[in-house]
Nanobody, 125 residues
Framework: QVQLVESGGGLVQAGGSLRLSCAASGRTFSTYTMGWFRQAPGKEREFVATITWNGKSTYYADSVKGRFTISRDNAKNTVYLQMNSLKPEDAAVYYC??????????????????WGQGTQVTVSS
């Protein structure tokens, strides 16, 4: 079992930055691929970024490539999402997820074995 708790969301002006954190419980965190997904009102949940268990490979949605960075610290059981140059269209509830999949597969099918409760990101124009 893995429990995930996101934090770091909030209100930011367009062009600003936020860093989301996702703290995981459980001794097996380092064996899971981790991902960030988001869901805006009236829209389906969408892939944002995934990272392999060892942090060596990452995948990004085209809409965030070059602006967002996913990283992880297995010693701290935490995955991060650094979000720069935020746009109003980035506003959503952001969820982290853990999956026993490759990072590439998780980026394609959006499947997660465990999900956090989400953290709200609001971007004002």
């Amino acid at each position: 079992q893995v429990q995930l708790v996101e934090s770091g969301g909030g209100l930011v002006q367009a062009g600003g930055s936020l860093r989301l954190s996702c703290a995981a419980s459980g001794r097996t965190f380092s064996t899971y691929t981790m991902g960030w997904f988001r869901q805006a009102p009236g829209k389906e949940r969408e892939f944002v970024a995934t990272i392999t268990w060892n942090g060596k490979s990452t995948y990004y949605a085209d809409s965030v490539k070059g602006r967002f960075t996913i990283s992880r610290d297995n010693a701290k059981n935490t995955v991060y999402l650094q979000m720069n140059s935020l746009k109003p269209e980035d506003a959503a509830v952001y969820y982290c997820a853990a999956a026993a999949l490759t990072a590439q597969a998780m980026s394609i099918n959006g499947r997660g074995d465990y999900w956090g409760q989400g953290t709200q990101v609001t971007v004002s124009s």
